[in-house]
């Protein structure tokens, strides 16, 4: 896609402060130095300040400040502080803030194909497997195609930090199997709502802060966010007691960083090389404290909140994998998603196979040396 550098909001004020910076400079007897004042970067991201997701944004902040020496300054504002939790991409897109911190499935209802780059079809591969997709496996350039070049975007975008899979997630009592699930209305987003649909519910796409409120107001009766730590702050033990981990629904999915194409261009080079490789490092960072804070969170749910954990049905998960199996003949008659998850299938393939032919059952090991603890 041809792209058209323009004078936005923020390439205005950096340029002119230069120019500014510049000419006084010339007016100055040497060797006095005149201290250049730092390019702030507005980032709204999708998250309230409650969330534990909104601190992982901002651990982003601090690195970009402190790899570029100052120069860089991350203004982390939360959801609705410019614009709704789902309208991020809009703003980025059209310069109202230069970036944002969010996820593809977010914008799923601008184009389907969003929810590939996160929560589509489960083929046997983890986050980590996908975000490495992504990276090494032709999912970037899919990416840049889809927002770049058939959806007209002025944005730039990495994904970073590959979430551990999504809980199935709330319910008020307990649900074994599919027939246990008809007729719940619930929350979930993307294409995870097309596949809740097959298994016999009904859903509502709201944002996280959205949730529990719509639960207490009985619009919706069942609901998943992402993890424990994030449904511990919205209150979820509050509105029902019953927490299923493990799932299909979106097993695969990773933050994502949009820029304003604009606005990065505009930067020196190296400026560019921080933001973009500081979502590698707050990527390991953020793996690290999701996993020191949602094993502690969960274990408050269990121990303190009163809340009844349990690991969701094979026959659940079998009927998610069979509905998987319904949806994707219906996405793959558009041809740039059929690229994709032609692309997603050859990656998993060999990948997984080399991943589950590779790793030791860590359940027998758990087991050995904390015996009853969970049922492997």
Known sequence: MSHKPSLNRRSFLTKSALAGGAAAGSMLAAPAVLAQAPIVIKMQTSWNDANIWQ????????????????????????????????????????????????????????????????????????????????????????????????????????????MFAQPFGWFKGEVNSVSDLQGFKYRTVGLAADLMAKLGMSVAQLPGGEIVPAMERGVIDAFEFNNPSSDKDFGAQDVAKNYYLSSYHQASESFEFLFSRTFLEDLDPDLQAILKYAVEAVSTANTAKAMDRYSADLQFLQNDAGVSVHRTSKEILDAQLKAWDELIPELETDPFMKKTLDSQRDWVSRVSYYELMNSPDYGLAYDHYFPGKINI
């Open 55 to 162: 601190e992982f944004a901002r651990d982003y902040a601090t690195r970009v400040e402190e790899m570029s020496g100052g120069r860089l300054k991350v203004d982390v504002l939360p959801a609705g502080a410019v614009v709704a939790a789902f309208q991020v991409l809009d703003a980025v897109n059209d310069g109202l803030i230069d970036a944002a911190h969010s996820v593809p499935v977010y914008w799923y209802g601008k184009n389907k194909a969003a929810s590939l780059f996160g929560t589509g079809p489960v083929f046997g591969g983890s986050a980590t497997t996908m975000l490495s997709w992504f990276y090494e496996g032709g999912g970037k350039e899919l990416y840049d195609e889809l927002t770049q070049d058939i959806m007209g975007l002025d944005i730039v975008g990495y994904m970073g930090f590959p």
